[in-house]
């Protein structure tokens, strides 16, 4: 079992930056970030497995995911924020699986969510 914690959400105006950071309890392989506005459905952002790294197409050029794997976090930098990026995001973990991926069934393990709030 796995236990993930998020940190870092909060609100910033438009175009600015936060950083989100996501520590497992333990060894973890594939990783990933997803989020949820009211009403819409959990989408995936980013992932990372091994050095192998994937975004979607509506965050590419501005969020970047990298972990550090002696310390079982992996983080999500997010620059150039939109309102549309207005959301819970989550953090997501698998210990088993080849390859990064941005679907919810891919993973096992979830972090409680951190919200993240863009004003215009």
């Known amino acids: 079992q796995v236990q993930l914690v998020e940190s870092g959400g909060g609100s910033v105006q438009a175009g600015g930056s936060l950083r989100l950071s996501c520590a497992a309890s333990?060894?973890?392989?594939?990783m990933g970030w997803f989020r949820q506005a009211p009403g819409k459905e959990r989408e995936g952002v980013a992932s990372?497995?091994?050095?192998?790294?994937a975004y979607a197409d509506s965050v590419k050029g501005r969020f970047a995911i990298s972990s550090d794997n002696a310390e079982n976090t992996v983080y999500l930098q997010m620059d150039r924020l939109k309102p549309e990026d207005t959301a819970m995001y989550y953090c997501?973990?698998?210990?088993?699986?080849?390859?990064?991926?941005?679907?919810?069934?891919?993973?096992?393990?979830w972090g409680q969510g951190t919200q993240v709030t863009v004003s215009s």
């Open positions: 997501a973990a698998s210990t088993t699986g080849w390859g990064f991926s941005l679907r919810a069934s891919e993973y096992k393990y």
């Open positions: 990372i497995w091994r050095t192998v790294v």
């Open positions: 333990g060894a973890t392989d594939r």
